[in-house]
C-alpha cells in the first residue's frame, strides 16, 4: 500500500519553496480564473459532521461570498456513518451535490461509477496534473488519482494515535509518559488499575475499542492484522483475508483487550461525537486523530492529557494507520458549477496551516510540518511519527462492504461471544460474494 510521511526530510530549498507555493496559492485565490462564470451561480456542498470542521468551513463559504459575490453556496451537514449512504443515493438518482466530502477510501469506487470530473487545471493555474501532484507528500494524493489523472483532492490525511488522560493515570498513581503502553500485552496490565466499576456499571473504562461505526472499527482492526503480518486486501484488489491466521489473531486479542479494559456497552460515542467517551472521563485512554484536539481543549480535560503512539504487537516492527477525507465534484453538474465548485475547492485548501489550526485536518501538502501552528500543535510529532510507519486505510471499490463485515465479525465476537475464526470466516464468505461479482 501507499505510504506517505510528513516527517521525512525536506531541504531547506523545497521547505522554502513549498511554503511559498502555498502562500502564491492564497493570493490565487483571489484572483478569478479566465473560465469563470460571470453570471450568477449557486452550488451545493456535502460534508460530514464534526464541530470544529464544520465551522471552518461555513467561515470559509462566507469569506468566499466576498470575493465571488455572484456565487451562492449552499451547505448540507450529515453525519459520517450517514454520508455515504447519502451519497450512493443522490449521485445514482442524479440529486448529489456539487461538491462532495468522503473518506478517501471511496473514491475508487465513485471513479469506477464515472461520477467524478476531472480537477480543473486552468482553475488551479497548473498545466499538468503532475504539477498538482507535486504539491503534495509522496502518496498523498494517491486516492484521488486515476490514470494520471487527480479527481479529488484531500483536506486531512490523518493518523491514529492514543489520547492518554493525565488525570485517570495520575489518579491510578501512573505516569502519563512512561507507563503509557507501548505494546497490547502492556495495555492488558493497564486495565486493572485504570478500569472502575461500581456495581454493575462502568465509570471509567481503561481503554475501549470503537464500536459507534464500522468505519471507526475497521480503522483499529486494519493496523492489528497488520501488526501480526497480515493484510486485510490484496494489492490487486481481488482477494480478501478476513478469515486469515493473521486476522484471527487480531480479533482475539481486540476480544482479550477489551474483556480486561473495557465496556462495549456503556459508550455515547457516535459517527457525529466519535471521543464523547474520553472527552467526558469516561475513557482513560482513546485512539483517535489529531483533528480531535481542539474539541478535547475545549471540554472539561482542557490540556490535560497525553499523546503516545498506537500500541503495537512488536515495536520493533510498527504499524499503524492513516487515513484521510477528500473534496471531489459532480461530473453530472453543468459546466459553469464545475468550475465553481472547484474553484472553491481551491479557496479552502489554500491554507493548510488554518486547517489544522482550526479543525486539526493534517493536509498531506509538502512543507505544512514546518509551518508555526504546525511546530506549535500538542504532540504533532507523535502523530507524524505514527503517521511514518502507516498504511492508508484499504482501499477498494469495495470498501463499505468490506467495513460492514469486518464490523459485523468484530461485533458477534465481542458482544455475542462468537469464535473469532468462526466469525470471520461468516464475513469472509460475504466479502468473498461481493469481490466475485
Request: with cysteine; proline share 7%; charged share 20%.
Amino acid at each position: 500500500m501507499s505510504k506517505w510521511n510528513l516527517t521525512r526530510t525536506v531541504s531547506s530549498l523545497a521547505i522554502t519553496a513549498m511554503l511559498g507555493l502555498m502562500a502564491g496559492e492564497t493570493a490565487a485565490a483571489t484572483s478569478t480564473p479566465a473560465n469563470f462564470p460571470k453570471g450568477k451561480v449557486t452550488i451545493e456542498i456535502w460534508w460530514h459532521e464534526y464541530g470544529p470542521f464544520t465551522a471552518y468551513v461555513k467561515e470559509l463559504i462566507e469569506e468566499y461570498k466576498k470575493v465571488r459575490p455572484n456565487v451562492t453556496i449552499n451547505p448540507v451537514v450529515t453525519s459520517s456513518g450517514d454520508i455515504n449512504q447519502k451519497l450512493t443515493v443522490g449521485l445514482a438518482t442524479g440529486t448529489g451535490p456539487d461538491i462532495m466530502d468522503q473518506d478517501a477510501s471511496f473514491y475508487e469506487l465513485y471513479y469506477a461509477k464515472g461520477v467524478l470530473e476531472p480537477l480543473n487545471l486552468e482553475v488551479f493555474g497548473a498545466k499538468t496534473y503532475e504539477e498538482i501532484i507535486a504539491r503534495y507528500t509522496p502518496g498523498g494524493i494517491a486516492a484521488g488519482t486515476f490514470g494520471g489523472q487527480v479527481y479529488a483532492l484531500p483536506y486531512q490525511g490523518n493518523s491514529m494515535s492514543l489520547f492518554v488522560s493525565n488525570k485517570a493515570f495520575a489518579a491510578a498513581g501512573l505516569d502519563p509518559v512512561k507507563d503509557a503502553p507501548k505494546t497490547w500485552d502492556d495495555m492488558k496490565a493497564l486495565g486493572p488499575k485504570l478500569k472502575k466499576v461500581e456495581g454493575s456499571r462502568t465509570i471509567q473504562k481503561a481503554f475501549d475499542f470503537p464500536y459507534h461505526s464500522p468505519r471507526w472499527e475497521m480503522q483499529c482492526f486494519q493496523p492489528l492484522v497488520e501488526q501480526f503480518g497480515g493484510k486485510i486486501l490484496s494489492d490487486d484488489g481481488k482477494t480478501a483475508y478476513l478469515n486469515s491466521p493473521e486476522a484471527v489473531k487480531a480479533l482475539t486479542l481486540w476480544r482479550d483487550v477489551t474483556k480486561v479494559t473495557g465496556d462495549p456497552k456503556t459508550t455515547m460515542n457516535t459517527p457525529s461525537n466519535p471521543n464523547q467517551d474520553f472527552i467526558d472521563g469516561r475513557g482513560a485512554m482513546w485512539i483517535t486523530g489529531p483533528w480531535a484536539t481542539a474539541q478535547i481543549q475545549k471540554s472539561q480535560v482542557g490540556n490535560d492529557f497525553t499523546v503516545v503512539s498506537l500500541p503495537q504487537v512488536d515495536p520493533a516492527k510498527p504499524h499503524t494507520i492513516v487515513y484521510g477525507w477528500m473534496w471531489g465534484v459532480n461530473k453530472d453538474k453543468p459546466s459553469a458549477k464545475k468550475i465553481v465548485a472547484w474553484d472553491f475547492i481551491r479557496f479552502m485548501l489554500s491554507k493548510p496551516d488554518q486547517w489544522l489550526a482550526k479543525a486539526g485536518f493534517v493536509q498531506p501538502v509538502r512543507g505544512v510540518n514546518e509551518t508555526p501552528v504546525a511546530k506549535n500543535f500538542p504532540f504533532f510529532d507523535v502523530h507524524m511519527k505514527d503517521v511514518s510507519t502507516a498504511s492508508w486505510y484499504v482501499r477498494s471499490q469495495y470498501t463499505n462492504e468490506i467495513g460492514q463485515a469486518v464490523g459485523r465479525a468484530i461485533e458477534r465476537t465481542v458482544y455475542d461471544g462468537m469464535d473469532p475464526k468462526a466469525s470471520l470466516d461468516m464475513a469472509q464468505g460475504e466479502v468473498d460474494k461481493v469481490l466475485k461479482k
